[in-house]
Protein backbone atom coordinates (compact mmCIF):
# COMPACT_ATOMS: atom_id res chain seq x y z
CA UNK A 1 0.00 0.00 0.00
CA UNK A 2 2.83 2.38 0.66
CA UNK A 3 4.60 1.50 -2.36
CA UNK A 4 1.66 1.94 -4.35
CA UNK A 5 0.89 5.62 -2.46
CA UNK A 6 4.32 6.40 -2.91
CA UNK A 7 3.93 5.65 -6.85
CA UNK A 8 1.49 7.86 -7.16
CA UNK A 9 3.35 10.42 -5.53
CA UNK A 10 5.58 10.35 -7.97
CA UNK A 11 3.62 10.13 -11.14
CA UNK A 12 1.52 13.43 -9.21
CA UNK A 13 5.33 15.16 -9.02
CA UNK A 14 5.90 14.38 -12.03
CA UNK A 15 2.62 15.72 -13.97
CA UNK A 16 3.54 18.72 -11.81
CA UNK A 17 6.39 19.58 -13.17
CA UNK A 18 5.95 19.30 -16.31
CA UNK A 19 2.79 21.66 -16.03
CA UNK A 20 5.23 23.98 -14.30
CA UNK A 21 7.36 23.51 -17.52
CA UNK A 22 4.74 24.57 -19.85
CA UNK A 23 3.51 27.42 -17.09
CA UNK A 24 7.12 28.91 -16.90
CA UNK A 25 7.88 28.34 -20.34
CA UNK A 26 10.24 30.27 -22.65
CA UNK A 27 9.66 33.82 -22.86
CA UNK A 28 11.21 34.18 -26.32
CA UNK A 29 9.93 32.10 -29.17
CA UNK A 30 12.32 29.36 -30.96
CA UNK A 31 12.55 28.98 -34.47
CA UNK A 32 14.43 26.21 -36.47
CA UNK A 33 14.36 25.02 -39.82
CA UNK A 34 15.27 25.71 -43.22
CA UNK A 35 18.19 27.20 -43.91
CA UNK A 36 15.90 29.17 -47.18
CA UNK A 37 13.42 30.21 -44.77
CA UNK A 38 15.94 31.33 -42.54
CA UNK A 39 16.45 35.18 -43.91
CA UNK A 40 12.99 35.38 -44.38
CA UNK A 41 12.10 34.76 -40.66
CA UNK A 42 14.85 36.42 -39.12
CA UNK A 43 13.57 39.74 -40.56
CA UNK A 44 10.11 39.35 -39.35
CA UNK A 45 11.85 38.02 -35.98
CA UNK A 46 14.05 41.39 -35.77
CA UNK A 47 11.41 43.82 -36.52
CA UNK A 48 8.81 42.02 -34.52
CA UNK A 49 11.26 42.31 -31.88
CA UNK A 50 11.99 45.89 -32.54
CA UNK A 51 8.12 46.94 -32.82
CA UNK A 52 6.18 45.03 -30.59
CA UNK A 53 6.72 44.31 -26.24
CA UNK A 54 8.21 40.87 -27.27
CA UNK A 55 11.21 39.45 -27.53
CA UNK A 56 12.95 38.91 -30.57
CA UNK A 57 12.49 34.86 -31.66
CA UNK A 58 15.59 32.84 -31.91
CA UNK A 59 15.83 31.53 -35.31
CA UNK A 60 18.14 28.50 -35.80
CA UNK A 61 19.07 26.90 -39.48
CA UNK A 62 19.03 23.43 -39.81
CA UNK A 63 17.53 22.22 -42.68
CA UNK A 64 13.62 21.37 -43.54
CA UNK A 65 14.19 17.65 -41.83
CA UNK A 66 16.00 18.13 -39.24
CA UNK A 67 13.68 21.41 -38.31
CA UNK A 68 10.98 18.93 -38.49
CA UNK A 69 12.31 16.12 -36.42
CA UNK A 70 13.21 18.84 -33.31
CA UNK A 71 9.76 19.98 -33.89
CA UNK A 72 7.81 16.69 -33.61
CA UNK A 73 9.79 15.58 -30.56
CA UNK A 74 7.77 16.91 -28.19
CA UNK A 75 5.51 19.29 -26.50
CA UNK A 76 7.18 21.80 -23.75
CA UNK A 77 9.63 24.43 -23.33
CA UNK A 78 12.82 22.62 -24.64
CA UNK A 79 10.95 22.36 -27.84
CA UNK A 80 10.63 24.89 -30.48
CA UNK A 81 7.16 26.60 -31.28
CA UNK A 82 7.60 27.19 -35.45
CA UNK A 83 9.67 25.66 -37.67
CA UNK A 84 10.70 26.44 -41.27
CA UNK A 85 10.38 24.13 -43.69
CA UNK A 86 11.10 24.30 -47.95
CA UNK A 87 8.80 21.65 -48.46
CA UNK A 88 5.36 20.52 -47.49
CA UNK A 89 5.53 18.43 -44.23
CA UNK A 90 5.56 14.75 -44.77
CA UNK A 91 2.37 12.47 -43.99
CA UNK A 92 5.40 10.70 -41.74
CA UNK A 93 6.62 13.47 -39.69
CA UNK A 94 2.52 14.61 -39.11
CA UNK A 95 2.41 10.72 -37.47
CA UNK A 96 5.54 11.33 -35.52
CA UNK A 97 4.32 14.83 -34.55
CA UNK A 98 1.21 13.12 -33.05
CA UNK A 99 2.70 10.19 -31.28
CA UNK A 100 4.79 12.65 -29.11
CA UNK A 101 1.43 14.33 -28.58
CA UNK A 102 1.35 17.14 -31.00
CA UNK A 103 -2.11 16.97 -32.22
CA UNK A 104 -2.37 20.25 -33.87
CA UNK A 105 -0.27 21.84 -35.82
CA UNK A 106 -0.73 25.22 -38.33
CA UNK A 107 0.81 25.50 -41.80
CA UNK A 108 1.41 28.74 -42.96
CA UNK A 109 2.41 29.14 -46.80
CA UNK A 110 4.47 32.27 -46.95
CA UNK A 111 5.23 32.14 -50.47
CA UNK A 112 7.47 30.92 -53.50
CA UNK A 113 11.29 30.62 -54.33
CA UNK A 114 13.56 29.24 -57.25
CA UNK A 115 16.10 26.93 -56.59
CA UNK A 116 19.39 28.13 -58.64
CA UNK A 117 22.34 27.00 -59.77
CA UNK A 118 24.92 29.46 -60.15
CA UNK A 119 28.60 30.13 -60.24
CA UNK A 120 31.26 33.20 -59.94
CA UNK A 121 30.80 35.79 -62.47
CA UNK A 122 34.39 35.59 -62.82
CA UNK A 123 33.80 33.01 -65.56
CA UNK A 124 31.16 32.31 -67.75
CA UNK A 125 27.24 32.14 -67.23
CA UNK A 126 25.91 28.44 -67.33
CA UNK A 127 23.09 27.42 -69.65
CA UNK A 128 21.66 23.78 -69.12
CA UNK A 129 18.51 21.95 -69.43
CA UNK A 130 17.08 19.54 -66.95
CA UNK A 131 18.58 16.69 -68.79
CA UNK A 132 21.93 18.10 -68.63
CA UNK A 133 21.78 18.22 -64.83
CA UNK A 134 20.34 14.49 -64.84
CA UNK A 135 23.39 13.24 -66.75
CA UNK A 136 25.76 15.75 -64.52
CA UNK A 137 24.39 14.50 -61.38
CA UNK A 138 22.81 11.04 -61.08
CA UNK A 139 24.28 8.40 -59.53
CA UNK A 140 23.62 6.05 -62.43
CA UNK A 141 22.90 6.82 -66.41
CA UNK A 142 21.46 5.32 -69.41
CA UNK A 143 23.91 4.66 -72.04
CA UNK A 144 23.91 1.98 -75.19
CA UNK A 145 20.34 1.61 -73.49
CA UNK A 146 21.65 0.31 -70.03
CA UNK A 147 22.06 2.07 -66.84
CA UNK A 148 25.64 2.50 -65.65
CA UNK A 149 27.77 4.06 -63.04
CA UNK A 150 27.69 7.68 -64.24
CA UNK A 151 31.18 8.26 -66.16
CA UNK A 152 30.93 11.96 -66.90
CA UNK A 153 34.14 13.98 -65.90
CA UNK A 154 33.45 17.09 -67.46
CA UNK A 155 30.42 19.08 -68.93
CA UNK A 156 31.43 18.60 -72.48
CA UNK A 157 31.36 15.00 -72.25
CA UNK A 158 27.70 15.76 -71.76
CA UNK A 159 27.20 17.88 -74.62
CA UNK A 160 29.99 19.37 -76.47
CA UNK A 161 28.42 23.14 -76.68
CA UNK A 162 28.94 23.01 -72.35
CA UNK A 163 32.66 23.95 -71.07
CA UNK A 164 35.31 21.57 -71.08
CA UNK A 165 35.26 22.11 -67.43
CA UNK A 166 35.07 19.60 -64.49
CA UNK A 167 31.76 18.96 -63.24
CA UNK A 168 31.57 19.76 -59.42
CA UNK A 169 28.76 21.08 -57.66
CA UNK A 170 28.30 22.15 -54.60
CA UNK A 171 24.59 21.32 -52.91
CA UNK A 172 22.79 20.25 -49.87
CA UNK A 173 22.72 17.28 -47.53
CA UNK A 174 19.48 15.17 -47.21
CA UNK A 175 18.34 16.70 -44.75
CA UNK A 176 17.55 19.90 -47.04
CA UNK A 177 14.34 20.84 -48.25
CA UNK A 178 16.32 22.15 -50.97
CA UNK A 179 17.75 18.82 -51.41
CA UNK A 180 14.11 17.38 -51.67
CA UNK A 181 13.09 19.47 -54.07
CA UNK A 182 15.96 20.08 -56.05
CA UNK A 183 16.06 16.11 -56.77
CA UNK A 184 11.76 16.35 -57.15
CA UNK A 185 11.55 19.14 -59.42
CA UNK A 186 15.01 19.09 -61.38
CA UNK A 187 16.48 15.18 -61.50
CA UNK A 188 13.21 13.95 -61.74
CA UNK A 189 12.41 16.32 -64.54
CA UNK A 190 15.88 15.20 -66.44
CA UNK A 191 14.97 11.65 -66.23
CA UNK A 192 11.67 12.11 -67.29
CA UNK A 193 13.43 13.65 -70.63
CA UNK A 194 15.53 10.50 -71.37
CA UNK A 195 13.04 7.34 -73.14
CA UNK A 196 14.49 4.79 -71.18
CA UNK A 197 14.00 6.38 -68.56
CA UNK A 198 10.28 7.67 -69.21
CA UNK A 199 9.63 4.22 -70.01
CA UNK A 200 10.90 3.10 -66.59
CA UNK A 201 8.11 5.28 -64.90
CA UNK A 202 5.80 3.68 -66.49
CA UNK A 203 6.74 0.29 -65.80
CA UNK A 204 7.92 0.78 -62.44
CA UNK A 205 7.41 4.42 -60.66
CA UNK A 206 9.57 2.82 -57.64
CA UNK A 207 12.06 2.28 -59.84
CA UNK A 208 12.26 5.60 -61.82
CA UNK A 209 12.25 7.24 -58.53
CA UNK A 210 15.55 5.43 -56.54
CA UNK A 211 17.35 5.92 -59.48
CA UNK A 212 15.83 9.77 -60.47
CA UNK A 213 16.86 10.92 -56.86
CA UNK A 214 20.25 9.29 -56.76
CA UNK A 215 23.04 11.67 -56.69
CA UNK A 216 26.64 11.05 -57.85
CA UNK A 217 29.34 9.89 -54.44
CA UNK A 218 32.10 10.05 -56.42
CA UNK A 219 32.82 13.93 -55.93
CA UNK A 220 31.04 15.17 -59.06
CA UNK A 221 28.12 16.32 -56.17
CA UNK A 222 29.77 17.56 -52.65
CA UNK A 223 27.62 18.14 -49.70
CA UNK A 224 28.02 21.55 -48.52
CA UNK A 225 26.04 21.16 -45.53
CA UNK A 226 22.72 23.69 -44.47
CA UNK A 227 24.51 27.13 -44.56
CA UNK A 228 24.56 28.14 -48.19
CA UNK A 229 26.50 31.29 -47.05
CA UNK A 230 28.89 28.56 -46.92
CA UNK A 231 28.72 27.37 -50.39
CA UNK A 232 28.76 31.22 -51.72
CA UNK A 233 32.05 31.41 -50.20
CA UNK A 234 33.55 28.29 -51.91
CA UNK A 235 32.02 29.70 -55.10
CA UNK A 236 33.96 32.70 -54.90
CA UNK A 237 37.14 30.61 -53.93
CA UNK A 238 36.29 28.49 -56.99
CA UNK A 239 34.97 29.79 -60.34
CA UNK A 240 34.33 26.98 -62.23
CA UNK A 241 31.74 24.52 -59.79
CA UNK A 242 28.68 25.52 -59.42
CA UNK A 243 26.25 25.83 -56.32
CA UNK A 244 22.29 24.80 -55.65
CA UNK A 245 20.04 26.75 -53.13
CA UNK A 246 17.67 28.96 -53.18
CA UNK A 247 17.07 31.99 -55.25
CA UNK A 248 17.11 34.56 -52.30
CA UNK A 249 20.96 33.50 -52.13
CA UNK A 250 21.63 34.68 -55.19
CA UNK A 251 19.38 37.81 -55.27
CA UNK A 252 21.65 39.00 -51.89
CA UNK A 253 24.91 37.99 -53.48
CA UNK A 254 24.16 39.09 -57.33
CA UNK A 255 27.65 41.42 -57.14
CA UNK A 256 29.49 37.89 -56.21
CA UNK A 257 26.89 35.23 -58.45
CA UNK A 258 25.33 34.29 -61.95
CA UNK A 259 22.10 31.79 -61.93
CA UNK A 260 22.59 29.64 -64.71
CA UNK A 261 19.72 30.03 -66.85
CA UNK A 262 17.61 26.25 -66.72
CA UNK A 263 15.48 25.53 -70.25
CA UNK A 264 16.79 28.86 -72.11
CA UNK A 265 14.91 30.66 -68.44
CA UNK A 266 17.01 32.88 -66.23
CA UNK A 267 16.11 32.71 -61.92
CA UNK A 268 14.62 35.97 -61.91
CA UNK A 269 12.14 37.29 -59.44
CA UNK A 270 9.09 37.34 -62.44
CA UNK A 271 9.92 34.24 -64.06
CA UNK A 272 9.75 32.26 -60.78
CA UNK A 273 6.34 34.08 -59.75
CA UNK A 274 4.98 33.46 -62.82
CA UNK A 275 6.19 29.76 -62.28
CA UNK A 276 8.13 29.98 -66.37
CA UNK A 277 11.12 28.99 -64.37
CA UNK A 278 11.17 25.41 -64.08
CA UNK A 279 12.85 24.65 -60.49
CA UNK A 280 10.55 26.49 -58.12
CA UNK A 281 8.76 25.03 -55.04
CA UNK A 282 6.41 26.91 -52.09
CA UNK A 283 7.99 27.63 -48.52
CA UNK A 284 6.41 27.19 -45.85
CA UNK A 285 6.27 27.29 -41.56
CA UNK A 286 4.47 25.33 -39.11
CA UNK A 287 3.10 26.68 -35.81
CA UNK A 288 2.90 24.46 -32.53
CA UNK A 289 -0.64 25.29 -30.96
CA UNK A 290 0.03 23.91 -27.73
CA UNK A 291 2.37 26.64 -27.12
CA UNK A 292 0.48 29.51 -28.08
CA UNK A 293 -0.72 31.34 -25.11
CA UNK A 294 1.95 29.71 -22.87
CA UNK A 295 4.89 31.20 -25.43
CA UNK A 296 4.17 35.09 -25.26
CA UNK A 297 4.15 36.31 -28.59
CA UNK A 298 3.91 33.46 -30.96
CA UNK A 299 0.32 33.89 -32.32
CA UNK A 300 1.41 37.73 -32.69
CA UNK A 301 4.56 36.85 -34.73
CA UNK A 302 2.27 34.73 -36.50
CA UNK A 303 0.11 37.82 -37.81
CA UNK A 304 2.78 39.49 -37.99
CA UNK A 305 4.20 37.50 -40.57
CA UNK A 306 1.14 37.17 -42.64
CA UNK A 307 1.06 40.52 -43.36
CA UNK A 308 1.33 42.61 -46.52
CA UNK A 309 3.63 44.69 -45.04
CA UNK A 310 5.91 41.88 -44.70
CA UNK A 311 4.86 39.12 -47.10
CA UNK A 312 3.24 41.57 -49.75
CA UNK A 313 4.10 42.33 -53.17
CA UNK A 314 5.90 45.47 -51.89
CA UNK A 315 6.59 44.12 -48.51
CA UNK A 316 10.19 43.60 -47.08
CA UNK A 317 10.41 40.41 -47.17
CA UNK A 318 10.50 40.47 -51.45
CA UNK A 319 13.66 43.13 -50.93
CA UNK A 320 15.19 39.72 -49.68
CA UNK A 321 13.78 37.34 -52.65
CA UNK A 322 10.76 35.66 -51.37
CA UNK A 323 8.06 35.68 -54.27
CA UNK A 324 4.38 36.32 -52.94
CA UNK A 325 1.59 34.43 -52.90
CA UNK A 326 -1.08 35.54 -55.44
CA UNK A 327 -3.17 38.60 -54.06
CA UNK A 328 -6.25 35.95 -53.60
CA UNK A 329 -4.42 33.19 -52.06
CA UNK A 330 -2.22 35.18 -49.94
CA UNK A 331 -5.33 37.05 -48.36
CA UNK A 332 -7.16 33.30 -47.62
CA UNK A 333 -3.78 32.17 -46.16
CA UNK A 334 -3.81 35.35 -43.96
CA UNK A 335 -7.06 34.48 -42.34
CA UNK A 336 -6.19 31.09 -42.04
CA UNK A 337 -3.14 31.92 -40.13
CA UNK A 338 -3.97 34.13 -37.95
CA UNK A 339 -6.84 32.15 -36.75
CA UNK A 340 -4.82 29.48 -35.99
CA UNK A 341 -6.75 26.70 -38.22
CA UNK A 342 -5.00 23.20 -37.96
CA UNK A 343 -3.32 21.77 -40.56
CA UNK A 344 -5.10 19.57 -43.02
CA UNK A 345 -3.41 16.79 -45.27
Not at 25 to 54: L, M
Not at 198 to 224: C, N, P, Q, S, T
Request: with cysteine; proline share 5%.
Amino acid sequence: MLKTTLTMAALITVAMTSTANMAMARDQIRIVGSSTVFPFATAVAERFGKTSSFKTPVVESTGSGGGLKLFCSGIGASHPDITNASRRIKASEVSRCAKNGIANIVEVKIGFDGIVLANSRKTAQMSLTLKQLFLALAKDVPIDGKLVVNPYKTWNEIDPALPATKIEVLGPPPTSGTRDAFVELAMEGGAKKIPLLKAMRKADKKHFKAVAHALREDGAFIEAGENDNLIVQKLEANPLALGIFGFSFLDQNRDKLQGSSIGGVLPEFELIAEGTYPISRTLYFYVKKAHVGTVPGLQEYVAAFANDQAWGPDGYLADKGLIPLPDAERATTAKQATALINLSM
